[in-house]
């Protein structure tokens, strides 16, 4: 007779050590957030350099030691445990309060900038290393966006710990972030040349088209500035379209993007609650492209007025870029985009706004050889993809019938493939031929 031994369900207890190392975390982050209302009161002035450690250093290694221990405390595996329960990630209270304190954030930001005088004061000590001149409101919030997308990235790998490709996706938006959007433009600044941001470009970096910036790179950034304008006509024109072809999207939403890498990192935990339903997909198709056509006839009506030397369409084409950058850029991709996380989900702009996205989306739909390849016959209908897809597409409708999906809103962020308990979902670049066809 042969005789089966079952191993026993391993019994994970309670770690007193684990517990406390956690609250001590903890406990670093709320100290440190205590520090940032202290130099609200101007008295990190005094100090600055004590308070920028005791402030962003505290909430940095808190959160680092918080996500770590969850390394050892169980085994790799992706948890969302009362995802739905939880009030902050769940619609509830606290969740509307983190997105009214978020949305104020940006409105100060905007336009009462000298309520953060204070604030910007505490950075000084980063900005006069790195630049070389006091901070302003546009150092702190770049400080505030890099940090947060760099310790939501830990908790990135520590979540996905078992998944290479999101460990390396998560690694990838922290260096665009860190190195492109934070540290080259302000070394830029130190050295008197055009702040410039490499990983940004035509057209979701509207003004890298407008005639105004490309007078102001060539006449102030010299060789330099030449070179960032071949930049960035180069990537539009011919990065762009290749790197889309072979990889989609996600080369750029998922990899490179600033926007981008907030959302799958300090978004994450907010994914759940992007809207799924038929009239949000239609309402997303006319908002993008909308913005899309704004942002391409406001650059054609600004080189207008440019070739005439303001003679024709003057005053018509400046209330267009005015009126861009502000709804737009500020409302819809600023205070709406990221101040609404904990309500709409985390890719708002990324759905609704951005022009670039809709230019990689029309790219990546017609042309591309990515799409999320499916295996009917083991899905079990358990809706982990469609739930927590962040661009709102329900992801078990196609896999339910063996069906590619190739949706133009697609980033490739790979969380329906990570969350599937069966391996239904797979992304790939293969030959364009068979694209649409489905799987018996």
């Given amino acids: 007779m042969n005789i089966i031994q079952i191993e026993p369900f391993k ?49 940095t290694a808190g959160s680092i030691l918080y996500f770590a221990i969850q390394v050892k405390e169980a085994p790799a595996g992706i948890k969302n445990n009362r995802i739905f329960f939880d009030a902050i990630t769940s619609r509830k209270s606290i ?9 104020g954030f940006y409105i100060l930001l ?4 000298g309520t953060l005088q204070n604030l910007v004061n505490l950075i000084n000590p980063l900005s006069y ?22 310790i939501m990235a830990i908790r990135m790998i520590v979540k996905y710990r078992n998944n290479r490709y999101q460990i390396l996706r998560s690694i990838s938006v922290s260096f665009f972030q860190l190195g492109f959007s934070f540290i080259i433009p302000g070394i830029l600044v130190r050295l008197n040349k055009p702040e410039f941001y490499f990983n940004y470009f ?11 910036e490309i007078k102001y ?14 930049w960035g006509a180069a990537m539009l024109i011919i ?29 994450d935990p907010f994914r759940q609650n992007s809207d799924k339903s038929l009239k949000a997909w239609k309402l997303e198709r006319i908002s993008i492209h909308s913005v899309l056509v704004f942002v391409v006839i406001t650059t054609g009506l600004l080189w207008i007025n440019s070739a005439s030397n303001g003679k024709v369409l003057g005053s018509v084409s400046q209330v267009f870029a005015e009126w861009y950058g502000f709804v737009i850029g500020a409302l819809f991709s600023g205070i709406i985009g990221v101040g609404f996380y904990p309500i709409f989900g985390s890719r708002v702009w990324c759905r609704f706004g951005c022009p670039m996205a809709a230019t990689l989306g029309m790219l990546q739909k017609y042309f591309s050889r990515f799409r999320i390849t499916t295996n009917g016959g083991q899905c079990i209908s358990c809706g982990n993809c469609s739930t927590y897809c962040e661009m709102g597409i329900d ?14 809103s697609c980033v490739g962020c790979g969380i329906c493939s990570a969350v599937c308990p069966r391996g239904v979902l797979k992304l790939e670049n293969l030959p364009r031929a068979g694209r649409y066809s489905e799987v018996d």
């Fill in 129 to 150: 290393l790195l630049r070389g001149q006091p901070a302003d409101r546009w150092v702190l919030y770049g400080t505030f966006y890099t940090t947060a997308v760099i």
């Fill in 239 to 267: 990065a762009t379209p290749i790197l889309t072809y072979f990889f989609g999207k996600r080369w750029y939403c998922s990899w490179v993007c600033g926007c981008g890498g907030l959302a799958e990192t300090a978004g």
């Fill in 11 to 59: 019994v994970y207890s309670h770690n007193n050590k684990i517990e406390t190392l956690k609250k001590s975390g903890l406990a670093a982050i709320a100290i440190g957030f205590l520090f940032f209302l202290i130099s609200l009161t101007g008295i990190s002035s005094k100090q600055p350099l004590l308070f920028f450690f005791l402030s962003f250093g505290l909430v």
């Fill in 202 to 212: 035509w057209p979701l970096k509207f003004q890298y088209l407008f005639p105004d």
């Fill in 110 to 113: 905007y336009w009462y900038p």
């Fill in 395 to 408: 992801v078990k409708w196609y896999a339910q019938r063996g069906q590619n999906i190739i949706r133009s």
């Fill in 95 to 103: 969740a509307w309060i983190l997105g009214i304190v978020l949305t």
């Fill in 217 to 230: 790179l060539t006449s102030s950034g010299g060789a330099l500035g030449y070179f960032m304008i071949f």
